[in-house]
């Protein structure tokens, strides 16, 4: 079955609704609650530096969350209101997920991914909702699609192919870490399932993989915290 085939057989299909539901109702809260997530706070303070500086920030070089920043910051430039401004700072971290999902299910068209994304969404809604410029959060988005390329890079067979995969893969590695360095935990914990899962080829190329993934987090941690 072709990769087209598979994504709109019925149960992919309902995979698909559920989690576009999911970020539809995460983007109906963050326009409803737009004050709450961007006023109070941390994320007041946050909102305050970005207004009062009009330019992106960030703390302890979690440079990251500069992305989700840009449209708000935007709207500051060209004089936009206040409320306009902190609807779309609020609306811009689902906007976010939702990119992130869309390059999953439609670029890469991976299966687990679109099972996974919408519920580590969904489970750390109770906690940071409320505090949606956590770099922790944000972050772990990101580690789904580093996860989905990681497994690119162990089914790969051609040499070219293995190395752009390769590639991809550090490079989506160093962007995560510059949002949380605690995201080398849950990095830990996939490099550690896929070895489980893994043949000996998959296992040798995790280890020599995952070995400069996580030395690149303790250089981060050491020299720019």
């Given at each position: 079955?072709?990769?087209?085939?598979?994504?709109?057989?019925?149960?992919?299909?309902?995979?698909?609704?559920?989690?576009t539901?999911?970020?539809?109702?995460?983007?109906?809260?963050?326009?409803?609650?737009?004050?709450?997530?961007?006023?109070?706070?941390?994320?007041a303070?946050?909102?305050?530096?970005?207004?009062?500086?009009?330019?992106?920030?960030?703390?302890l070089?979690?440079?990251?969350?500069?992305?989700?920043?840009?449209?708000?910051?935007?709207?500051?430039?060209?004089?936009?209101?206040?409320?306009t401004?902190?609807?779309?700072?609020?609306?811009?971290?689902?906007i976010?997920?939702?990119?992130?999902?869309?390059?999953?299910?439609?670029?890469?068209?991976d299966?687990r991914a679109?099972f996974?994304?919408?519920?580590?969404?969904?489970?750390?809604?109770?906690?940071?909702?409320?505090?949606?410029i956590?770099?922790l959060?944000?972050?772990l988005?990101?580690?789904?699609?580093?996860?989905?390329?990681?497994?690119?890079?162990?089914?790969?067979?051609?040499?070219?192919?293995?190395?752009r995969?390769?590639?991809?893969?550090?490079?989506?590695?160093v962007?995560?870490?510059?949002?949380?360095?605690?995201l080398?935990l849950p990095?830990?914990f996939?490099?550690?399932?896929?070895?489980?899962?893994?043949?000996?080829?998959?296992?040798?190329?995790?280890?020599l993989?995952?070995?400069?993934?996580?030395?690149?987090?303790?250089?981060?941690?050491?020299?720019?915290?």
């Open positions: 079955m072709s990769e087209s085939a598979q994504l709109n057989a019925p149960g992919q299909r309902t995979i698909l609704i559920a989690g539901v999911v970020l539809a109702v995460l983007g109906a809260f963050a326009w409803t609650y737009y004050l709450e997530r961007t006023a109070c706070a941390d994320s303070f946050f909102s305050w530096l970005m207004i009062d500086e009009q330019s992106p920030v960030s703390v070089g979690r440079y990251g969350s500069w992305l989700v920043q840009l449209p708000a910051v935007v709207l500051i430039w060209i004089g936009a209101p206040l409320r401004v902190l609807h779309v700072y609020s609306l811009s971290f689902i976010f997920h939702a990119i992130i999902y869309w390059i999953l299910v439609f670029k890469l068209k299966r679109m996974a994304l919408p519920i580590t969404l969904t489970a750390g809604l109770h906690y940071m909702f409320y505090y949606g956590s770099e959060y944000q972050g988005s990101f580690t789904i699609l580093l996860w989905v390329v990681i497994g690119r890079v162990l089914q790969a067979d051609a040499r070219r192919s293995y190395f995969w390769l590639a991809l893969a550090l490079a989506l590695n962007w995560n870490s510059f949002y949380h360095q605690l080398v990095l830990i996939i490099l550690g399932y896929e070895f489980l899962a893994s043949d000996r080829r998959g296992r040798i190329r995790l280890l993989m995952g070995g400069v993934m996580v030395l690149w987090y303790l250089v981060r941690i050491k020299t720019m915290a």
